[in-house]
């Protein structure tokens, strides 16, 4: 029977994969080596705030159109605006609904490392999209986010992308706990999504998985330069999936550098 296309897996069916037990996942999320996430049902509570860390233009417009920031993880509804500018790149917002797949923090994760009953349940005020999202947007003040341990999950690229060198961090440090970071995540994919469009084509670039399975030829250059390929077919696709090139008109006399030599 063929395998299916995994979004993501419970925290025990992640451990039973990884040849780890929930407590060790639970380690290595606490430690900041693992983002481990929650599915939290629609949930409508008081004001919010969100944080949005990049890409602000496009988010402007999508929360001006439908007030609302979404991808195929989350929903964040009933969004305005607080202080932003349309240009700004990070900027505040306020909002009173989510639902889907957010990360934790680690100080999060580490109490449900040191408790071990599986009906053990906190309240977080603070939440993130996870890494495989387009975008990167921090959540607090959240009120009444219930979660248990059988709430969480780890996606599925997280898994196969993997790295047991990682150094530990202790709880509390890295990623989303210095609000003043600014990842820029969606940049870097779409830095990764044109370098591909202009050495493989268009085609290879909106759909790069075949790059890097058996035979590609992102995964045969590397094996000429003896490089081990950093991530899975399946991994880049994912970060690329959502990501929109940005292309600018360009005149006769721009484009046509023969003429000039």
Known sequence: MKNIDRMY????EAAEKMNFNVQDLLHLGATGRMEICAYIPKTTTNAFSVQVRENGEFVYEQIKKRAEVW????????VSFVECSR???MFECQADTLSGFFALHSQDIVKFEFNRKDDFEIETTSLMTPYTSGYDFHLFDVQGVKITKNNLVVMAVNLEDFNSSQVAKRPGEGRGDDKKSVPNINKQARLIKTLI???YGERDANNPRGLLEPGGELLNDLDKLGIRPPVSGKSLKTWLEDVELEYVEISKNDGDISENH
């Open 9 to 12: 897996y419970p925290l025990n």
């Open 71 to 78: 991808d195929k993880f989350y929903l964040i509804e009933n």
């Open 87 to 89: 240009k700004a790149i």
């Open 197 to 199: 469009r202009i050495h």
